[in-house]
């Protein structure tokens, strides 16, 4: 990573567990629209405090809920095998992947990659509120919220980026798996969690700025997938990129108060 890419050395323990945790699946989804100075992603800012990356601006994201892989979610887009060879898992648990980030993208900013039919997508989410809020908690699955409201999953909209796993220094660990949507029309997305202080859209190089003169902080895999989003300048070119997926397991170097991180 960039010289300028260092994490607080107290974010990493002085000495490594004897056995490495097993990481937890887990997804995020680099939400973008384009904007007067190009393509723009939304970041969230985690709560201090917080057990993992507490501080940090982060996409949205989380942990795969075992409910996630119900096989009675209504589909559109490419199906669980074909996100299966790109993760290199089995259908099941690509159903999973999708499904989470479908999930927590609505959970956590109120954007809903879903609609009435295989080729629409809901324009306004405001209605379903409650329901979302019943995601949060886990009183309701995501098979059931697009049951009842008669919705039909939209995997088409989302792309495959990357999958990071979190380095075997860490004492939480989580295998992450990238991946992209656009805003749909008439969407929007607001920031309404918990887990965030605040919200805003951003250009990736904005971003990286903030996080280089210390407004901002950014995990590595954040600040490498801006800097690639930003690269290509535009939803449309981001969309269409071609990605191999592969994962990618940083490593720690600590050299006095700070840590650097080393890509392989």
Do not use: H
């Not at 050395?9 to 007067?36: I, M």
């Not at 992603?41 to 709560?47: D, H, I, Y």
């Not at 656009?182 to 887990?195: N, Y």
């Not at 210390?214 to 535009?234: C, I, K, N, Q, Y």
Request: net charge negative.
């Amino acid at each position: 990573m960039p010289d300028d890419m260092t994490l607080p050395g107290n974010l990493v323990p002085t000495r490594p567990a004897a056995q490495p945790a097993q990481p937890r699946d887990a997804v995020t989804v680099v939400l973008l629209r384009d904007g007067s100075e190009g393509v723009e992603a939304f970041l969230l800012r985690r709560v201090k405090g917080m057990a993992f990356a507490g501080g940090m601006s982060v996409f949205p994201g989380g942990g795969v809920d075992p409910r996630d892989a119900d096989t009675s979610v209504a589909w559109a887009g490419p199906p669980p095998e074909w996100w299966g060879s790109v993760f290199g898992v089995d259908p099941s648990t690509a159903r999973a992947f999708v499904c989470a980030a479908v999930r927590e993208m609505f959970e956590e900013s109120g954007v809903l990659l879903a609609g009435p039919d295989p080729a629409s997508v809901v324009a306004d989410t405001s209605a379903y509120s409650a329901a979302r809020q019943k995601l949060v908690d886990r009183e309701l699955s995501l098979a059931q919220f697009l049951a009842s409201e008669g919705l039909v999953l939209r995997a088409d909209l989302l792309r495959p980026w990357a999958n990071w796993v979190t380095p075997v220094e860490e004492p939480r660990r989580y295998d992450t798996r990238f991946f992209v949507a656009a805003l749909p029309s008439g969407q929007r997305a607001d920031g309404e969690t918990t887990e965030a202080s605040d919200a805003s859209w951003q250009t990736p190089a904005s971003a990286v700025q903030d996080a280089a003169e210390g407004r901002r902080m950014l995990m590595p895999p954040t600040w490498r997938t801006l800097d690639e989003v930003g690269a290509l300048g535009s939803v449309e070119k981001v969309m269409a990129a071609e990605r191999s997926v592969e994962k990618i397991i940083p490593k720690l170097i600590r050299e006095g108060d700070v840590v650097r991180v080393v890509l392989p």
